[in-house]
T-cell receptor, first 111, second 112 residues
């Protein structure tokens, strides 16, 4: 079945440093979504990417969808303590398949 | 909109007891998902419904787990009998199919 892996599993940065998490699917995706889960909270939708090679920005966050639609990345510029949490990608296979969540990357930001 | 509502927020029960988790999706959403989250296994999809019909229950661990969606505004996830390894946070999420999912606050289940 479809598998979605993320690296790294965990990253600890100093406030102001950049952060990137990478997402890789075993199969071609129709779209990919990104979610953020704060400690003790629930996953919250950030963005959806649909097109091959698509790049979207939300303030300090930049999301990319790979040309082959099998990988994606999330880059945070100049991290802040409010960025702390676990970031999940979630891929939807082609042909009305269910959304499969990645393993997540836990980000810790020290002031 | 109140968002996805789950109850109870916390449940502590003894092994062998029946546990029922409840979910009210966002009004107008036609898809509902049940997830389980643990440190070891991450976020796992257990089952999802589209227009109240179960579409994929391949993630349901075993026959002790069952889920129902009698109408568009209510779903239950039942575990009978419960076991300590069922301890986890259970999330319900709803969406318009193939769009972003809105998660509820979760139910933290502890089985002793």
């Amino acid at each position: 079945g479809q598998q979605v892996m993320q690296i790294p599993q965990y990253q600890h940065v100093q406030e102001g440093e950049d952060f990137t998490t990478y997402c890789n699917s075993s199969t071609t995706l129709s779209n990919i979504q990104w979610y953020k889960q704060r400690p003790g909270g629930h996953p919250v939708f950030l963005i959806q990417l649909v097109k091959s090679g698509e790049v979207k920005k939300q303030k300090r966050l930049t999301f990319q969808f790979g040309e082959a639609k099998k990988n994606s990345s999330l880059h945070i510029t100049a991290t802040q303590t409010t960025d702390v949490g676990t970031y999940f990608c979630a891929g939807e296979g082609t042909g009305f398949q269910k959304l499969v969540f990645g393993t997540g990357t836990r980000l810790l930001v020290s002031p | 909109d109140a968002g996805v509502i789950q109850s109870p927020r916390h449940e502590v029960t003894e092994m062998g007891q029946e546990v029922t988790l409840r979910c009210k999706p966002i009004s107008g959403h036609n898809s509902l998902f049940w997830y389980r989250q643990t440190m070891m296994r991450g976020l796992e999809l257990l089952i999802y419904f589209n227009n109240n019909v179960p579409i994929d229950d391949s993630g349901m661990p075993e026959d002790r787990f069952s889920a129902k969606m009698p109408n568009a505004s209510f779903s239950t996830l039942k575990i009978q009998p419960s076991e300590p390894r069922d301890s986890a946070v259970y999330f319900c999420a709803s969406s318009l199919l193939f769009h972003e999912q809105y998660f509820g606050p979760g139910t933290r289940l502890t089985v002793t």
